[in-house]
């Protein structure tokens, strides 16, 4: 079982900065690509951004030179830094990460999610 914890998420006005993280943890054997999601009330849930483990990233358009993902693999940890927030940015954030526990079991897995809101 592989177990993916976010934290950073919260309350900011519009034109604000928040970090999320998200870090996994678990029998990890390796881990592929990392990624954030989000869901709005009454909307279906939606890419933000990924991340390769070579670091080769992926952004919506909704977000790109706002939004800057990041991940430290020595910690099985990835990063959003979200800048120049806006009210649309209000969201549920998600953690994804696709991997292998060991070299046949592979593995895809969620977060719990963390609240944004965005204040105008």
């Known amino acids: 079982q592989v177990q993916l914890v976010e934290s950073g998420g919260g309350l900011v006005q519009a034109g604000g900065s928040l970090r999320l993280s998200c870090a996994a943890s678990?029998?990890?054997?390796?881990?592929?690509?990392m990624g954030w999601y989000r869901q709005a009330p009454g909307k279906q849930r939606e890419l933000v951004a990924t991340i390769t483990s070579g670091g080769y990233t992926n952004y919506a358009d909704s977000v790109k030179g706002r939004f800057t993902i990041s991940r430290d693999n020595a910690k099985n940890t990835v990063y959003l830094q979200m800048n120049s927030l806006k009210p649309e940015d209000t969201a549920v954030y998600y953690c994804?990460?696709?991997?292998?526990?060991?070299?046949?079991?592979?593995?895809?897995?969620w977060g719990q999610g963390t609240q944004v809101t965005v204040s105008s």
């Open positions: 678990g029998s990890i054997f390796s881990i592929n690509g």
């Open positions: 994804n990460a696709d991997g292998r526990i060991g070299l046949m079991s592979p593995f895809d897995s």
